[in-house]
């Protein structure tokens, strides 16, 4: 089935570091990804939308230029937190849409922790 | 704009015992659900979805869900509790199965007792 590979798994940086994450699908095209966010037993909030080819879409609320997103490539989207801070620990995740139908592919999560 | 609720923030069952998560829906346009499960520090894994076809969803792991547009639910059941199904459940809506993100409900967390 459709995969997406999200890495790293965990990282831990310290604060006003900038960390990037990254999600590959694996055997098909993502021409769109979506970034979610989920603190402590919470659910998932949608940080962005990323489109192959053109600027993200940021739901209200969400810095730009402190999250930035890129999707250069029909398999490769990407996160970077910049300038992090111990309030951006979070756990972050992508979702790639399969289209017809076919629902929703997901990372297996990045848990960001910022010291 | 859609969205879902679920009732109750944590469900606790005997092993052996039925489940039931609720989740109640709102759109404006004829919706496309799912459940979401997931494992502490893991992304979601699809349990089941409705795509308007049968309202009877059966999913993976012995679970199932009944789309009722009469009282705009989705409740997931599951006859019998197993211990390995202690996780988080998430309900989520989308309004088209795919171009648009999904928007989840707040969770459910389900606790089996042995």
């Known amino acids: 089935g459709a995969v997406v590979s999200q890495h790293p798994s965990r990282v831990i940086c310290k604060s006003g570091t900038s960390v990037k994450i990254e999600c590959r699908s694996l055997?098909?095209?993502?021409?769109?990804m979506f970034w979610y966010r989920q603190f402590p037993k919470q659910s998932l909030m949608l940080m962005a939308t990323?489109?192959?080819?053109?600027?993200?879409?940021?739901e209200q609320g969400v810095e730009k230029d402190k999250f930035l997103i890129n999707h250069a490539s029909l398999t490769l989207s990407t996160l970077t937190v910049t300038s992090a801070h111990p309030e951006d620990s979070s756990f972050y995740i992508c979702?790639?849409?399969?289209?017809?139908?076919?629902?929703?592919?997901f990372g297996s999560g990045t848990r960001l922790t910022v010291v | 704009a859609q969205s879902v609720t679920q009732l109750g923030s944590h469900v606790s069952v005997s092993e052996g015992a039925l489940v039931l998560l609720r989740c109640n829906y709102s759109?404006?346009?004829?919706?496309?659900l799912f459940w979401y499960v997931q494992y502490p520090n893991q992304g979601l894994q699809l349990l089941l979805k409705?795509?308007?076809?049968?309202?009877l969803v059966k999913g993976i792991n012995g679970f199932e869900a009944e789309f009722k547009k009469s009282e705009t639910s989705f409740h997931l059941t599951k006859p019998s509790a197993h211990m390995s199904d202690a996780a988080e459940y998430f309900c989520?809506?989308?309004?088209?199965?795919?171009?648009?993100?999904?928007?989840f409900g707040k969770g459910t967390r389900l606790s089996v007792i042995a």
């Open positions: 759109s404006s346009v004829p919706p496309y």
């Open positions: 989520a809506v989308s309004l088209n199965s795919g171009n648009t993100p999904l928007v």
């Open positions: 409705y795509t308007s076809a049968a309202t």
């Open positions: 055997d098909f095209q993502a021409t769109t």
């Open positions: 990323s489109n192959e080819g053109s600027k993200a879409t940021y």
């Open positions: 979702s790639a849409p399969l289209g017809g139908g076919g629902g929703y592919t």
